[in-house]
T-cell receptor, first 113, second 112 residues
Framework: EAQVTQNPRYLITVTGKKLTVTCSQN?????MSWYRQDPGLGLRQIYYSMNVEVTDKGDVPEGYKVSRKEKRNFPLILESPSPNQTSLYFC????????????FGDGTRLSIL | EDKVVQSPLSLVVHEGDTVTLNCSYEVTNFRSLLWYKQEKKAPTFLFML????IEKKSGRLSSILDKKELSSILNITATQTGDSAIYLC????????????FGQGTELSVKP
């Protein structure tokens, strides 16, 4: 089944404790992206990757890191999480680019205390 | 600054009503606009619009782009409770690599 898988689905943690949210897709997509969703603000892009080893900032990259060492994986790293990073996070992918429909993962709800 | 704005932000209707959701954009080198539906979890793709005036249709949902007005509408006829969701529109920024800007979303609630 074609899918984008995020883990964990839910996480409650404390300020400053490094965490990684994994994202994996099984569709051989070149493009992958991370978004955060906050009430009243819609989806905001954090980072995106056009292909392996190619990543770039979206609109809200501060406090986040990503890497794309393999085509299927695009982890989101919070080196020193803070309460303002409490949010619902989505990973998405598409075959060749952002102007194509994206497949989204089911989301990761992060709470930073 | 590139932006996408949706209206209304929320809407409550009764089953059988027809609704129109709006999406306006100010995007450099605009080429396409996408609509997504988000129920409890992941957004799912509805339509991609590239040409002005050409309606895309899927069942009771339809959408059209107006490049003169820099806007798009999403129509839902004969609404059902299963149409309750957040509807999102998004525009790629073609001169900035893989950037994609979403609107705030319209939360639609359909009452029985």
């Amino acid at each position: 089944e074609a899918q984008v898988t995020q883990n964990p689905r839910y996480l409650i943690t404390v300020t400053g404790k490094k965490l990684t949210v994994t994202c994996s897709q099984n569709m051989n997509h070149e493009y992958m992206s991370w978004y955060r969703q906050d009430p009243g603000l819609g989806l905001r892009q954090i980072y995106y990757s056009m292909n392996v080893e190619v990543t770039d900032k979206g609109d809200v990259p501060e406090g986040y890191k990503v890497s794309r060492k393999e085509k299927r994986n695009f982890p989101l790293i919070l080196e020193s999480p803070s309460p303002n990073q409490t949010s619902l996070y989505f990973c998405a992918s598409s075959f060749t680019g952002y102007n194509q429909p994206q497949h989204f993962g089911d989301g990761t709800r992060l709470s930073i205390l | 600054e590139d932006k996408v704005v949706q209206s209304p932000l929320s809407l409550v209707v009764h089953e059988g009503d027809t609704v129109t959701l709006n999406c306006s954009y100010e995007v450099t080198n605009f080429r396409s606009l996408l609509w997504y539906k988000q129920e409890k979890k992941a957004p799912t793709f509805l339509f991609m619009l590239t040409s002005s005036g050409i309606e895309k249709k899927s069942g009771r949902l339809s959408s059209i782009l107006d490049k003169k007005e820099l806007s798009s509408i999403l129509n839902i006829t004969a609404t059902q409770t299963g149409d309750s969701a957040i509807y999102l529109c998004a525009a790629p920024i073609y001169n900035q690599g893989g950037k994609l800007i979403f609107g705030q979303g319209t939360e639609l609630s359909v009452k029985p």
